[in-house]
Structure formats: C-alpha cells, structure tokens
C-alpha cells in the first residue's frame, strides 16, 4: 500500500500545478541575470562633407571627413542596480509563494488521503453489519417458524437490503476518493481504482502545543506570511525603479580618430579626436 510520505513525495514530484508553478522560480533566476546586464557601447563611423564631384581649391567644400566613435551610455540614475534589486526581491517572493503552493497541495492530500482511508473503514463497518443483519435474519426466520410474527422477519430483511445499499454506496465513494486522490498524485485513471494505501486513522503524534506557540509558530514558519513580508520591500524597490526610470541615459562619446582629407587642396591631411557628452533634459 501507498503511505502518507510516499504520497507526498509523488505530488511534490509530480502533480502538474506545482510542477508548473515550480518553472517560474528558473524563470525569475533567469530575469534575475537579465536584470544585471550591463548595456552595450555603440561603434559609430561615419564620412563628412563628402563632394558631389571632385575638392578642388577653385571649389572648396572643406577637407572631407571620416569620423570613428564610440557612445557608451551612463546610467546615472542606477537603473541597473534598481533592476537586479526588484528582480531578486521578486524571485525571493516567488521562492516564497511556491513553498506555500506546497504547503496547500499537501493539506489537500491529506484531506484525500485521509477520506480514503474513511471511506475503506465505512465499507468494512457495513460488510460486518449485513454479517450481523444476515444472522438477526435467520434468527428471526428460526423463530417465525415458532409462532413469531412475519413483521420481524420482514423488517430484519429490510434493514439487510438497506445495508446492501449503504455498501454499494461506500464503495462508489471509494472509487470517487481515490480518483481525487490519484489526479493529485497525477497517477493514470486505470491506476485509481487499484490505489491501495497503508495508513490508519488513529493519532499517534504527541500532542500539538498550545495555542499561543502555535501562533508564534505560524508567524515563523509559514510561506505565505513570509510572501506577503517580503512583498512590501519588493514594492517599495519598485518605486525606487519607477523613480530611476524617469532619467533616460547619458551617453559618453569619444571619438579616438577622426580624418581629413586635405590632399585636394594641396595640403597634409590631418588627423585629431574628439571628446563628448549627450545628456537627455527632462523636459517633458
């Protein structure tokens, strides 16, 4: 038979709302690196006061140009370090809310296994009460034969044919209990009807604590008070996100080598470089 720690290791592992909900933690890991990277610089060139038709000192137009830059952005408003923080708050939240799934999956297999159980214990009740009905019957039938009256035979039968179906009853509740069982535990609709566990409905754990430790334990340990904790500061790094998202980035241009061309008129080319800044004004 199936025991209680063998169901909750087949519906950790296998029932699909949590092994759906579990792909979003390497998601949230995986934003978490997206959150990080750094942007890229931009490699510009480009060719200035180019002629139409040939340079010539008759016709000057000025020393065509040939220009390399580079633009790196700078995120002067800690853009980047607000995107890791609310990413890595939102996996810690998410870690959180999954444990919690688990948590509720668990508390509904117990309920299941448990009716299980409850409904195998109802069948073999009834089973011994149609032996006792079928024994009140004969005896009934014996002394019928020795002036009793018809009355009590007729109403021993009754009562066996209404336990007949009780029985029948209890042992669709059963199949009905253990298809519930086995979607949880995802096991195949030909597998539900031969799920057999091994488990009683007797305590045998000590027992719990009183009230206020119970309290004091719920607000330790349980992940779904730990989720709500852990969402006030995973809101309040999104404001500060929201807040570094109103300033666009700067960028830092350099250019290392810039040509002109001077051999139309004459002269040496020359070559030189160049240092700027292009600021967004938050105007609008």
């Known amino acids: ?18 092994r759906s909900k579990f792909m979003e933690i390497p998601q949230a890991r995986a934003d978490v690196l997206t959150a990080g990277l750094r942007a890229n610089p931009i490699l510009y060139a480009d060719s200035q006061l180019v002629p139409y038709g040939s340079d010539s000192i008759r016709k000057p137009d000025g020393p065509t140009q040939y220009d390399l830059n580079i633009s790196h952005p700078l995120d002067l408003s800690h853009k980047r370090q607000a995107r890791k923080d609310l990413a890595v708050r939102s996996l810690s939240v998410m ?3 999954y444990q919690n799934e688990v948590r509720l999956a668990i508390q509904n297999l117990y309920n299941a296994y448990v009716d299980v159980l409850t409904a195998r214990y109802t069948i073999g009740y009834i089973r011994k009460s149609i032996v006792g009905l079928d024994e009140v019957l004969r005896v ?9 009256t018809s009355a009590d035979v007729d109403q021993a039968r009754s009562d066996r044919e209404v336990a007949v179906v009780n ?26 009807e ?12 000590p027992p719990p604590p009183g009230l206020p430790e119970l309290i004091h334990i719920a607000r330790d340990s349980r992940p779904d008070l730990a989720a709500y904790r852990l969402g006030v500061p995973f809101a309040e790094s999104n404001v500060r996100l929201q807040r570094a998202n109103r300033f666009s980035d700067a960028y830092l241009l350099f250019q290392p080598f810039t040509f002109q061309n001077n051999a139309p008129y004459g002269r040496q080319s020359g070559t030189s ?10 105007v609008y």
């Open 167 to 192: 029985l029948m009853d209890a042992e669709e509740a059963l199949r009905q209990r253990k298809r519930t069982l086995s979607e949880l535990l995802n096991l195949p609709p030909e597998q539900a």
């Open 95 to 97: 870690e959180a809310q």
């Open 194 to 205: 031969h799920l057999e566990l091994r488990g009683t409905l007797g305590d045998r754990a």
């Open 273 to 282: 470089w160049a240092l700027g800044i292009t600021v967004p004004l938050p």
């Open 140 to 148: 009934n039938r014996g002394l019928f034969e020795k002036n009793a």
């Open 1 to 18: 038979g199936l025991t209680l720690d063998q169901a909750v290791d087949l519906l950790v592992h296998q029932n699909l709302d949590l």
